[in-house]
């Protein structure tokens, strides 16, 4: 029978924080053979690109490939839903924009570009900080929920906002609460997986993100088509509900499986506490082990080259590439393009770009950074002449908008 003990335990486990002190250096169970196998070499490796998608090596020990299998149900493809949301959510603003917000508000001007610098604001302004704290072994399970949790909260109260004003406050706090999605990401699987498993899974977790842009579009279509008038809401609004139950979904899973980093965790749903132990254990040397935040620590970090060259190559890489370009050029041409072909063309875009996210960050890691970077250089570069002249065909604009999310999502990670 299931006793009051048992139960008050069960529910216990999902809000606790476990002590440094209790967790073990040694294993419970001492008769699992965790060694890995010595690698098998072949002449063909070195055009196998297949490789770079092999996410369970065959040297590696039983225990391990479940343990990464763990990883990956548990920690993995909570962050790559949570990601999916986030860019659906991105793209759901134009959408509504071209499918009735504009008109519904009364908007004018640049007010859909505010919304957008309203949301990037609350982002900058919060992404240090709550980055921070999820580092920390006891905010990196909880926070990250909180941060979902809100999000949510938010992305529903875009369905219900009544003027431009209203949508700025929601838009800032939708940014503060999103935030930790994309750094934070990063902190957690490189406590879970070394670099190598990190490559070969990056570029599915960029095109979780672009599967969220592009689903944006024939979500709004549908909702437009379906569901507008029911309970007396328009279709623009239900696309941000929709999001928002999704979100829901998302954190109830994360609050069922979801551990936090190994260092926080003793033990939790999936993972026993070897398996915890084994996560500590095998990059041990390998990671750094968060520590309490020092003027040392800022100088240290601020006096290094690669955050200016990351943070001016990452900004650079933002600014060669507008989300919500290819919308408004199509909305502007009513001529040819109804309200569904501007939703559904966009979707067709972002769906370019999911296969450059899968491929490229493990080619990268298999066939070196020059090569493929560059490549995919070269099509940003045709791209952005395009836009830049302008004064030229529509088909031609039409293919630099397709060929863009080949840049912005391939090299995203």
């Known amino acids: 029978m299931f006793r009051k003990d048992n139960a ?7 809000f606790k924080i476990d002590k440094k002190e209790s967790f073990r250096e040694d294993y419970i169970d001492q008769t699992i053979d965790r060694e890995r196998k010595p690698i098998k070499v072949s002449k063909w490796d070195n055009i196998n690109f297949l490789k770079a998608f092999d996410w369970y090596p065959s ?8 343990f990464l299998m763990k990883v990956d149900i548990c920690v993995f493809f909570f962050l790559c839903a949570s990601f999916y949301t986030k860019y659906l959510d991105n793209t759901n603003v134009g959408s509504a924009y071209v499918s009735g917000l504009k008109d519904d ?15 990037t604001v609350g982002y900058a302004v919060f992404q240090i900080p709550i980055s921070l704290l999820i580092t920390k072994p006891q905010f990196s399970r909880h926070l990250l929920l909180v941060c979902e949790l809100a999000w949510g909260m938010m992305t529903l109260a875009n369905a219900y906002v009544r003027s431009a004003k209203e949508m700025y406050v929601v838009r800032f706090f939708v940014g503060v609460f999103e935030a930790c999605s994309f750094p934070a990401t990063y902190v957690i699987l490189s406590s879970f997986l070394t670099d190598e498993e990190l490559f070969k899974r990056a ?3 960029g095109a979780f993100a672009t599967a969220g842009s592009a689903s944006s579009g024939a979500l709004q279509t549908r909702a437009r088509e379906n569901l507008n008038g029911v309970y007396g809401l328009k279709g623009w609004q239900w696309q941000f509900i929709i999001d928002a139950i999704m979100t829901f979904g998302i954190f109830l899973y994360g609050f069922l499986l979801f551990p936090g980093i190994p260092p926080a965790c003793k033990k939790f749903g999936f993972f026993s506490e070897d398996d915890m132990i084994f996560a500590r254990n095998r990059l041990k040397n390998k990671v750094a082990i968060p520590d309490k935040f020092t003027l040392k620590t800022l100088k240290e970090t601020l006096g290094t080259w690669q955050i200016y060259f990351g943070t001016l190559l990452w900004t650079l890489h ?3 590439w507008y989300s919500n370009g290819a919308l408004l050029y199509m909305k502007s041409r009513p001529e040819y393009f109804t309200t569904s072909m501007v939703t559904n063309w966009n979707s067709y875009m972002y769906c370019v770009g999911i296969p450059a996210a899968i491929f490229i960050s493990p080619l990268t890691r298999y066939y070196g950074k020059f090569f493929t970077v560059n490549f995919v250089f070269a099509i940003a570069y045709y791209c952005a002449i395009v836009l830049i002249v302008w004064d030229v065909s529509q088909s031609m604009i039409l293919s630099a908008f397709f060929m863009s999310m080949l840049y912005s999502s391939g090299l995203a990670q």
């Open 8 to 14: 008050k335990e069960f529910f216990w486990q999902f």
């Open 59 to 66: 040297h590696y020990s039983a225990y391990e490939r479940k």
């Open 105 to 119: 508000l009364n908007l004018k001007g640049n007010e859909l570009n505010y919304f957008n610098t309203c949301y």
């Open 203 to 205: 570029g599915v977790y």
């Open 318 to 320: 933002h600014q060669c």
